[in-house]
């Protein structure tokens, strides 16, 4: 499997797994730095939306009025419907586990 099957753009991800209405708001919530990437040990804001994203992966960013950390588990193919979009990531609590609580909604 080569790189790009492996790897999927910062807005599409976040708008492929519906949490922004629109990929040109997801581009600009990251362009903003309202979206964090936390790699491994290494943890920085995304400075653009074409910013690379791969299974494993936890962003921290916004919605409403909370904080939301997700662990990325699948890259998706397309826009789908929620229950497929609820799919492609975990919910995490504040200690970086998976809350099955908020996994949930």
């Not at 936890?58 to 009025?65: M, N, R, W």
């Not at 890259?75 to 497929?84: A, C, N, S, T």
Request: some cysteine.
């Amino acid at each position: 499997m080569n790189e790009a099957a492996e790897t999927c753009r910062a807005d599409i991800w976040l708008w492929r797994a519906r949490f922004f209405k629109t990929r040109s708001l997801a581009a600009r919530i990251i362009e903003e730095g309202g979206v964090r990437l936390a790699r491994g040990p290494s943890r920085s804001p995304i400075d653009k939306p074409s910013r690379s994203l791969r299974a494993g992966d936890v962003l921290t960013f916004t919605q409403g009025q909370r904080w939301l950390a997700v662990k990325i588990e699948a890259l998706g193919e397309r826009r789908g419907p929620p229950p497929e979009a609820r799919g492609l990531y975990s919910v995490l609590d504040s200690r970086g586990d998976r809350s099955d609580a908020l996994a949930a909604h």
